[in-house]
Nanobody
């Protein structure tokens, strides 16, 4: 089990950028695939992006391709989500999650451990 703590959320204008961080506890971080999910008010949690343990493989939800970038630093036990060209529809609570499998999954049920979430609000 890993404990995950997200940070970096906030209020940003449309077209702006934010970088989210997710710090993980434990010595096995480099063995986990990591994902970012989001949940907007009144909507179900949805997949955003994920990265393999080595960082070699990534996967993105179509609406964020070309705008969001996931990366990780295994030496720092941290995964990042760089979000550019933000839109009002990106407004949500963003969660990071850890998956003990090597496959980069978009299914929330694949993930074993979750952070508490960080609010991202895109508004003028």
């Amino acid at each position: 089990q890993v404990q995950l703590v997200e940070s970096g959320g906030g209020l940003v204008q449309p077209g702006g950028s934010l970088r989210l961080s997710c710090a993980a506890s434990g010595r096995s971080f480099s063995l986990y695939s990591m994902g970012w999910f989001r949940q907007a008010p009144g909507k179900e949690r949805e997949f955003v992006t994920a990265i393999s343990p080595s960082g070699a493989n990534t996967r993105y939800e179509d609406s964020v391709k070309g705008r969001f970038t996931i990366s990780r630093d295994n030496a720092k036990n941290t995964v990042y989500l760089q979000m550019n060209s933000l839109k009002p529809e990106d407004t949500a609570v963003y969660y990071c999650a850890a998956d003990r499998n090597l496959v980069v999954s978009s299914r929330s049920a694949s993930y074993d451990d979750w952070g508490q979430g960080t609010q991202v609000t895109v508004s003028s």
